[in-house]
């Protein structure tokens, strides 16, 4: 085979990133054992508890339950499982801002239940009294997202959750990307800070293991019992993934990861994406593109059209928010160097636009 995997050198969209080697050797060497059958495979099975351990740990959660799952959309889908499956309703909804990821739809259209997406505030973030006012007594999930997709901000965790409360419904984080930044931060966002039941937070974003290593927890183990199935041809005789059959490399590479870069790694790769998304803002601001305050290592800014697909065709690899802003993900293979050289090509786009729009 011929084909090449993707060079990171001009990715500047994509909330993946280059593994830690540690975690590339780890994931090589467990990639055939099968977490989806623990009694047959229990090497792997028991680095899975350390690895939901050590989420755990950086979650504030003394005594979680979960696993690891192949990403973010799985966690969601398995949050909203079992909070209809918990819940004493026949008309199952789900309340969460415009800002919540694609796997919501996914999970609602998959699972019967409704979905009330409700508008953010000017900040981007849920809107409280949208929220409340989209929550009624067949409410089973609220949702809050630390670290949105498009923007990178953090919803008022602790109040969602005490809306969730109120409504006795379970309340659902979704911490996929920002959870390996946000320790470093002031915000509230976990177990300890509120009243969550269940969070998505996935190492091979911002945590530098392999794809697909996704995690999801909860705080009771009702959730992962409501989630359990028989499995009777195993040697296991349930499991509450939502996947079959698993790779070990997920497993190990998220154990080699978290084990090699928390909490220090960890903090490094936070302060250097913040440091250069600020700088990438300052530098575009002073360029009079229109460039919003970063809150997590997220830059997203208004480019013309013409100037977004010239910067595509020199194959920088750049996306658009829903609402039309460019995003840069300042991802731990992110450097000041790549973003000199965006800048660079962006400088010279600009001026060839400019002058086209003057010949015309």
Same mark, same amino acid.
């Given at each position: 085979m011929?084909?090449?995997?993707?060079?990171?050198?001009r990715?500047?969209?994509?909330?993946?990133t280059?593994?830690?080697p540690?975690?590339?050797?780890?994931?090589?060497?467990?990639?055939?054992?099968n977490? /989806?059958?623990?009694?047959? #495979?229990?090497?792997v099975?028991?680095?899975?508890?350390?690895?939901? /351990?050590?989420?755990?740990?950086?979650?504030?959660?003394?005594e979680?339950?979960?696993?690891?799952?192949?990403?973010?959309?799985?966690?969601? @889908?398995q949050?909203?499982?079992a909070?209809?499956?918990?819940? &004493?309703?026949?008309?199952?909804?789900?309340?969460?801002p415009?800002?919540?990821?694609?796997?919501?739809?996914?999970?609602?259209d998959v699972l019967?239940?409704e979905?009330?997406?409700?508008?953010?505030?000017?900040d981007r973030?849920?809107?409280?009294?949208?929220?409340?006012?989209?929550?009624?007594? &067949?409410?089973?999930?609220?949702?809050?997202?630390a670290?949105t997709?498009?923007?990178g901000?953090?919803?008022?965790?602790?109040?969602l959750? &005490?809306?969730?409360?109120d409504a006795?419904?379970?309340?659902?984080? &979704?911490?996929?990307?920002?959870?390996?930044?946000?320790p470093?931060?002031? #915000?509230?966002?976990?177990?300890a800070?509120?009243a969550?039941?269940?969070?998505t937070?996935?190492p091979?974003?911002? /945590?530098?293991?392999p794809v697909p290593?996704g995690?999801?927890?909860?705080?009771?183990?009702?959730?992962?019992?409501?989630?359990?199935v028989d499995t009777?041809?195993l040697?296991?005789t349930?499991?509450?993934?939502?996947? /079959?059959?698993?790779?070990?490399?997920g497993?190990?590479g998220?154990?080699?990861? @978290?084990?090699?870069l928390?909490?220090?790694? #960890?903090?490094?790769?936070y302060?250097?994406?913040?440091?250069?998304?600020?700088?990438?803002?300052?530098?575009?601001?002073?360029?009079n #593109?229109?460039?919003?305050?970063?809150?997590?290592?997220?830059?997203?800014?208004?480019?013309?059209?013409?100037e977004?697909?010239?910067?595509?065709?020199?194959d920088?690899? @750049?996306?658009?928010?829903?609402?039309?802003e460019?995003?840069?993900v300042?991802?731990?293979h992110?450097?000041?160097?790549?973003l000199?050289?965006?800048?660079?090509?962006?400088?010279?786009?600009?001026a060839?636009?400019?002058?086209?729009?003057?010949?015309?």
């Open positions: 011929d084909a090449a995997p993707q060079d990171f050198t990715v500047l969209s994509s909330m993946c280059v593994p830690h540690d975690a590339r050797d780890a994931a090589t060497a467990f990639l055939t054992d977490p /989806g059958d623990p009694a047959t #495979y229990p090497t099975s028991e680095l899975e508890d350390e690895v939901v /351990g050590m989420l755990g740990e950086i979650t504030n959660l003394d979680p339950q979960g696993y690891v799952a192949s990403g973010g959309t799985e966690a969601n @889908i949050a909203v499982r909070a209809r499956d918990l819940a &004493d309703t026949d008309n199952p909804n789900v309340v969460a415009q800002s919540a990821h694609f796997s919501f739809p996914k999970a609602a019967g239940v979905l009330r997406l409700v508008p953010v505030d000017d973030r849920a809107n409280l009294d949208a929220v409340q006012a989209a929550v009624d007594a &067949d409410t089973v999930l609220v949702v809050g997202v670290g997709t498009e923007f901000r953090v919803d008022p965790i602790p109040a959750g &005490d809306v969730a409360a006795d419904a379970l309340f659902h984080v &979704d911490a996929a990307w920002g959870g390996f930044c946000l470093f931060t002031e #915000y509230d966002w976990d177990f800070d509120a969550v039941d269940t969070m937070i996935d091979h974003k911002m /945590g530098r293991a290593a995690g999801f927890l909860a705080r009771d183990d009702a959730v992962l019992d409501a989630l359990a009777p041809y040697e296991t349930g499991q509450a993934t939502l996947t /079959g059959t698993r790779s070990g490399a497993v190990a998220a154990h080699a990861a @978290i084990d090699a928390w909490p220090d790694g #960890y903090r490094e790769n302060e250097r994406g913040m440091a250069n998304a600020r700088w990438l803002v300052s530098e575009l601001r002073s360029r #593109y229109d460039a919003i305050d970063p809150t997590l290592p997220l830059v997203a800014f208004d480019l013309p059209v013409p977004f697909e010239a910067l595509r065709e020199r920088w690899r @750049i996306s658009r928010t829903a609402s039309g460019t995003r840069v300042c991802m731990p992110v450097t000041r160097e790549m000199d050289g965006f800048l660079a090509d962006l400088d010279d786009v600009r060839g636009t400019t002058v086209s729009a003057r010949e015309c």
